[in-house]
């Protein structure tokens, strides 16, 4: 059922509306509107569901699958104002389907909203218009697509020549056929498209629809012959039209009334979601909960650091050192947990908790005077001259709590995508009786592969108090007040790669280069 559902929406790509050609075009007029058919059709003949109004179409689709037929119905329903923003839906018997092939008719309805809404008009290549026969009161014209700037819902049209036949000055029909293999292993494919005028306004509606497909996989050969009827149509102002011979069509389900087969274009967020999805833009699912672990790595310089006992004050050690080589470097362990909603299209907000691991390393050369002062005096206070240390290292690891807050804007042109992500995270260390506030900013930019993989790149810049102030309690009862400074790293480049997997699982791997080196591996549900 799958195949044949793929092929359905093969016939929902192909079904054209009328495509008239001329050798050349005269000065000042079009051959089109001449001939009382507006351009603006011409998007139809790429696809159906880019026609203007609304209309119902009965489609049977004949298998045959190594020898062995099989007979579909579906009722098709193209209606734009149609409530949620939803415009295509599906009837059939239900009863006479299984749950899987329903599940897959689904995604194919789903599919469809996305089809082709932000195509550009006049997809056609004027240049390949070309008149092929003029007799006997038969006039036909010859073309192809376009084959740059095609949406890439619609490639599939670059490997598609057409006919259009008119007969006594009026359009009959459109003939596509294929000039090299289609998706799905499509090795042949021929539509007919039939035309009628409308009673009301004299203008050309899709009436009838004939097309068969081959599809060959190795020693498989499959057939599809796929035939449609319009049996209603509304125009843009929703006043129903006719035309002759609409009044013989014969309803394809009778009196019965069979299951409608649609999806949710999503929940009500993000609000305005459902238009922009209408419009063709690919939306996440509104509600996201995601495990990610962060690893980081950076060496800051030590810029200074005093102390005090009690409530005494606080006495500068900056003298000691040699601060222009003095460094602490710090590795974090991050495992956290995010729970995330997009409000509109393009902003989402989140919340974030978890804990970390961090491991300081210091090194603080001596000064040099501080040095010499003690290989002179030290002997007063019990210092020989060779236990003096040329530098004082520290080490150690501290457990940390943090919890923040966050927000995304997002856009996309194409394939094209761009988002700035902010976050507001509080440290606390316990084991040091400290605090620290940090804001994090990640500018990046991303290209969809047609695998359905993101490419990221860009910066992530973290700004935070540089002062660290805290207390340790001594075993003696006393209290060790310290204030500790260091100049940090506040950028560094992102590289990284996302992944969706069906509608609600995803997989982003990121890696920070520079002065600050980092690994994030996130994994996500979205409701």
Request: proline share 4%; with cysteine; glycine share 8%.
């Amino acid at each position: 059922m799958k195949s044949q559902l793929r092929t359905l929406m093969f016939m929902m790509a192909f079904l054209p509306a009328c495509v008239l050609a001329q050798n050349t075009s005269p000065p000042n007029s079009n051959y089109l509107i001449e001939h009382g058919v507006s351009p603006r059709i011409l998007d139809a003949a790429a696809s159906q569901l880019l026609q203007d109004g609304s209309y119902t179409q009965d489609v049977t689709i004949e298998t045959d699958v190594n020898g062995e037929p099989k007979l579909y119905k579906i009722q098709i329903i193209y209606d734009p104002g149609y409530e949620d923003g939803m415009d295509v839906r599906m009837v059939l018997e239900e009863e006479g389907h299984s749950k899987k092939e329903i599940k897959a008719l689904k995604k194919l309805v789903e599919k469809s909203h996305h089809f082709s809404r932000m195509s550009e008009h006049y997809l056609y290549d004027e240049s390949t218009l070309k008149l092929v026969k003029d007799e006997g009161g038969e006039v036909v014209f010859e073309y192809y697509y376009k084959r740059q700037n095609i949406e890439p819902y619609l490639k599939h049209i670059k490997r598609l020549k057409g006919n259009i036949v008119f007969i006594d000055g009026e359009l009959d029909r459109v003939e596509l056929t294929n000039t090299k293999k289609l998706n799905s292993n499509v090795v042949k494919m021929k539509s007919v498209v039939r035309y009628t005028k409308t009673i009301e306004d004299g203008g050309y509606i899709i009436t009838s629809v004939n097309e068969h497909y081959e599809q060959k996989k190795g020693k498989d050969i499959k057939v599809y012959d796929v035939s449609g009827t319009t049996s209603d149509y509304l125009n843009t102002s929703q006043n129903k039209l006719s035309w002759e011979g609409k009044e013989n069509i014969t309803p394809m389900f009778g009196t019965r009334t069979p299951d409608t087969v649609s999806v949710k274009l999503g929940w009500f967020l993000p609000l305005m979601g459902k238009p922009a999805t209408k419009l063709g833009y690919k939306l996440p699912r509104p509600v996201g909960f995601n495990l990610f672990s962060h690893f980081q790595h950076q060496t800051m310089q030590f810029t200074g650091i005093s102390i005090a006992m009690n409530d005494e004050e606080f006495v500068s050690f900056n003298e000691l050192f040699n601060l222009d080589e003095s460094t602490i470097t710090a590795s974090s362990f991050v495992t956290m947990l995010k729970a995330d909603v997009w409000i509109l299209p393009f902003l989402n907000i989140m919340a974030i908790a978890g804990v970390g691991e961090n491991n300081i390393e210091g090194n603080w050369p001596i000064d040099e005077d501080v040095k010499e002062g003690l290989a002179d005096w030290g002997w007063l206070i019990g210092i020989e001259p060779e236990d003096i240390p040329d530098a004082i290292s520290l080490s150690g690891g501290l457990e940390s709590v943090m919890y923040g807050l966050g927000a995304t804007l997002a856009g996309g042109v194409g394939d094209w995508n761009l988002n700035v992500s902010y976050q507001f995270m509080v440290n606390e260390t316990q084991a040091a009786n400290t605090t620290t506030v940090a804001h994090i900013l990640m500018p990046m930019a991303g290209y969809m592969t047609k695998f359905g993989m993101n490419l990221m790149v860009g910066a992530q810049g973290q700004f935070y108090d540089t002062k660290v102030a805290g207390f340790i309690d001594l075993e003696d009862g006393q209290r060790l007040h310290y204030n500790v400074d260091f100049k940090p790293v506040k950028w560094n480049a992102i590289l990284g790669i996302y992944k969706g997997f069906s509608k609600h699982w995803e997989l982003a791997l990121q890696a920070g280069v520079g002065n600050r080196t980092s690994v994030t591996a996130v994994f996500g549900y979205r409701l």
